[in-house]
Each structure stands twice: as structure tokens, then as C-alpha cells.
């Protein structure tokens, strides 16, 4: 019996997941456990296998479309068995974008393409991804030959005439579309603009000519999905909120010293890796005790003021910032943080984090120290109502001393929080800090 394959839900607060690639095409012999295909929440990717072996019977959904979770993407089975009735019914598009064994035609090559005027003007069977890519390219569909079930256009077909350069400006498209040789576009992402159109031709060899066409002043990078969100969040904290940001220091000479013999007897005490970060993480832990003003989440009408500590830890990955949770960090010993804050950032850079430890957070910390930072601007992570910025070491001189000072940049929301209150909580935590075997002994 066919078995379909569904869009898995990847934590409680995940609706739907982008699928980015896929590793099999509908025809081909799978195994269990082989890869299908990758997808991506909002913070994370995954890849998901192949539950039996079997045949890939049918494709419901295309790279880079959004597929709501639990939804059928596609099925395996037996080579000519039924499989209609997996066909997702969450709306036409999906059903009409069915991909089957049945013969379809070859997939177009760049240098066959040929203008189709009856296209141009009339009805035109198009994939939803095909159509978006071709408004923002500005690729003229009339050289696009469709190779999808039942004479639809994909994406492909559209990539197969950006390939050829037939792609141009609102402004110069008319035009374009009437010359016989592709030309290479000035204008944004290529595009051909009315100024090419008017250009002189180039002459020389044509290995020359490539070489000067395919010149160009930039590089356009498309923003990935957490790219995106992450603008998205950043823009919205900033003009949602009231932000105001304190700066002090603290003398920082204790827990390096602390830190040290941290990292002396670790092995013999079988101690994890203890950074400075996760000293903080402990002290500002403990600090939130007796500030739940900043140990909260501000809602416009009300202000949740949360008995536990769910500290956030930014965490710089390849995919861009992220921020899983440390929840219960004021329950938690200086080795359990260090053991599950190392644990959570791994997971993140691997891509491998659940999104529900991405949620939750009540305060975060964010650490630049090691980038040379000596003071900043953290940026608030809604409904947060605070966030402390931990900043490089610098030298200063006390009473003809020389000490380490260690920076903190707090950043809280003024409308939940007033200056005074946000003050002393960033005094208490420079305190801890500064006698941090003292508060090791009473917290």
C-alpha cells in the first residue's frame, strides 16, 4: 500500500516549514532511511528520511513553497499504485501541483529557447513560486517553455529563460522582447535596462566580451527565511518599544581569577567548560531575584512578571542570530549552565535546535566581549523587557591601580521599566560579579 510522507511539526509553536531542497524526484527507487528532502522552520533546518522503500510515486509540493505541518508532501509505494487519495486538500494549488510518474516533457535547455506570442497574451498555467520569480526578475515568459504536469510552468522554466537573459526593466521589457541577441543587464539583478538597449555593441573576440559583460559592480545575495525573520523582529522591537540603554563596568579581576582555576582543576574535579559568559549567565540569574520588573514580559495593558529565570542566550550561528532559552537558570548550578548553555549553542550552529527552546525566554544576554566590543546597543527581544549586553575588557586605573574592567550595556523597555529600577539592577549584578565566590555562597 502507498504510504504517504508528511510535513513533520517541529515543535508546538511551528505552523508550517519551508521545504528548501529536495533529493529525490518522482520516479526514483528509495530506500528507508534515505533522505527525501530538507525544510526549514523560521530558526532551524532538518532533513526528513524515507519511512519505507518503495517507489516516490508523486511530489505534492515544490522547493521553496510554505507546506503547513501534518500535510501530506508526498508518497511512496509501488511503481503504478493509486495514490489520489493523499493528494493534499488544503486548497487547489497544491492538488494542482501534483508531480506523478506520468511522461512529462524533457526539462528545456537554455539554447532551444524559442518566443511563444500565443503565451504572452493569453491563458497561462503557471506555479505560484514559477509566477513570483518571474515578477521579480522581470523574465519574459513568451521564450518559456513549460515543462510541468499538464503544460504548467515551474520554476525551472522561468530559471531557463533568466539563464538566456531574457529578462529586463518594467521600462525596457517591450523593446527587449523584439531583439534577436541577449544582452548583459546594468541594472539591478542583471536586468536589462532601456540604456543597454541603446548602447553601443560591443566588439572584439567573444571570450573578451564575456569576460567584460559578465563584470558586474555587486553581488546579489537572496536573504534566507531566518534572515528575514530576524530583520522582521529587529524593525518591529525598535518601533514598538521605548529603548533606553545604561552603561557601566564592573572590576572583573575575580571571576578571571575564578575562571582560571576553574579551568586548572576542571579535569580532576570533572568540571565542564566554564566560560566567563556562563559566570554572567549565574550572576544575572540570581540579580533577576530581586528585579522581576525586568524579569518579565511587557503586553501594552499588563506586565507578566515570571517566577523563574528563562534566561536567553544570543548565540552567533552561520544561519544568522539566534537565542534558545535557559530555562530555570536561577535553578540551575554554575556547571549545570555551563553543560546546557554549551548544549543549546552546539544545537543552534548545527541546525538542529527545537524551536520550542527558541521561545520563552523572559531576559536575554548577549555577549560581544570577545569581538573587541567595549560598549553597544543591544536590541530588545519583544515582549522582553530587558537585555544585557556583555562587553570586552578594557584597562582602567583606580586610586594609581591598574584593573580589568569588565563592560555591561543594559538595554530595557521604558515603558514597563523606569531608569532608577534598571539601574540597580545592572549596580546588583556589577556587585555579583565583582564577589562572585560570595555570591557562588549565598545564592
Known amino acids: 500500500m502507498a504510504t504517504p510522507v508528511i510535513m513533520p511539526k517541529q515543535g508546538q509553536s511551528v505552523e508550517s516549514c519551508i521545504i528548501t531542497q529536495w533529493n529525490k524526484k518522482v520516479g526514483d527507487k528509495v530506500s528507508a532511511g534515505e533522505v527525501l528532502f530538507a525544510y526549514e522552520t523560521d530558526k532551524a533546518s532538518f532533513e526528513e528520511e524515507s519511512p519505507v522503500e518503495g517507489t516516490l510515486l508523486a511530489v505534492f509540493f515544490e ?63 503557471i506555479s505560484p513560486r514559477a509566477k513570483n520569480l518571474a515578477e521579480k526578475s522581470g523574465a519574459d515568459l513568451r521564450f518559456a517553455q513549460p515543462s510541468g504536469p499538464n503544460g504548467r510552468m515551474i520554476a525551472r522554466d522561468v530559471e531557463a529563460v533568466i539563464a538566456q537573459g531574457k529578462t529586463a526593466t518594467p521600462a525596457a521589457r517591450e523593446q527587449y522582447a523584439l531583439t534577436e541577441t541577449p544582452l548583459q543587464g546594468s541594472g539591478l539583478g542583471g536586468r536589462v535596462t532601456t540604456a543597454d538597449l541603446t548602447a553601443p555593441v560591443l566588439s572584439g573576440s567573444a571570450e573578451a566580451v564575456s569576460s567584460y559583460t559578465a563584470e558586474t559592480p555587486y553581488e546579489e545575495v537572496k536573504l534566507s527565511n531566518i534572515r528575514k525573520l530576524i530583520a522582521k523582529s529587529m524593525h518591529a522591537s525598535l518601533a514598538n ?27 580532576a574535579l570533572r568540571l565542564p567548560n566554564i566560560t566567563l559568559n556562563d559566570i554572567i549567565v549565574y550572576a544575572v540569574s540570581r540579580a533577576l531575584r530581586n528585579h522581576k520588573e525586568l524579569n518579565a514580559h511587557f503586553t501594552g495593558d499588563t506586565t507578566r512578571l515570571f517566577r523563574a529565570a528563562n534566561v536567553g ?33 552546539n544545537a543552534c550552529k548545527e541546525g538542529t535546535i527545537s524551536p520550542d527552546l527558541l ?8 555577549n560581544l566581549g570577545t569581538l573587541g566590543v567595549e560598549s553597544f546597543t543591544p536590541v530588545l527581544n519583544p515582549p522582553q523587557t530587558g537585555i544585557l549586553g556583555v562587553c570586552g575588557i578594557t584597562e582602567r586605573t583606580k586610586n594609581g591601580a591598574a584593573y580589568p574592567a569588565m563592560g555591561l550595556s543594559l538595554t530595557f523597555d521604558h515603558r514597563a521599566v523606569d531608569g532608577a529600577p534598571a539601574a540597580r539592577f545592572l549596580q546588583e549584578v556589577a556587585a555579583s560579579l565583582e564577589n562572585f565566590s560570595l555570591t557562588l555562597a549565598v545564592s
Do not use: W, Y
Open 241 to 267: 518599544s521605548a529603548q533606553l540603554t545604561l552603561n557601566s563596568s564592573f572590576d572583573a579581576a575575580e571571576i578571571l581569577a575564578f575562571r582560571k582555576k576553574l579551568k586548572a582543576g576542571a579535569e
Open 359 to 366: 521561545t520563552g525566554g523572559t531576559f536575554t544576554i548577549t
Open 63 to 125: 522547493e521553496g513553497d510554505d507546506v503547513e505541518c501534518l500535510l501530506n508532501v508526498c508518497v511512496i509505494g509501488a511503481e503504478g499504485e493509486e495514490f489520489s487519495q493523499f493528494a493534499p486538500t488544503d486548497g487547489a494549488e497544491a492538488a494542482a501541483a501534483v508531480q506523478t510518474t506520468e511522461p512529462q516533457a524533457p526539462e528545456p535547455q537554455a539554447a532551444e529557447l524559442t518566443a511563444q506570442p500565443a503565451q504572452q497574451g493569453g491563458f497561462m498555467k
Open 313 to 345: 542566550i544570543a548565540c552567533d550561528t552561520p544561519r544568522g542570530l539566534m537565542v534558545p532559552t535557559l530555562f530555570h537558570a536561577d535553578a540551575l548550578s554554575l556547571a549545570e549552565i555551563a553543560k546546557q548553555s554549551k548544549a543549546l549553542t
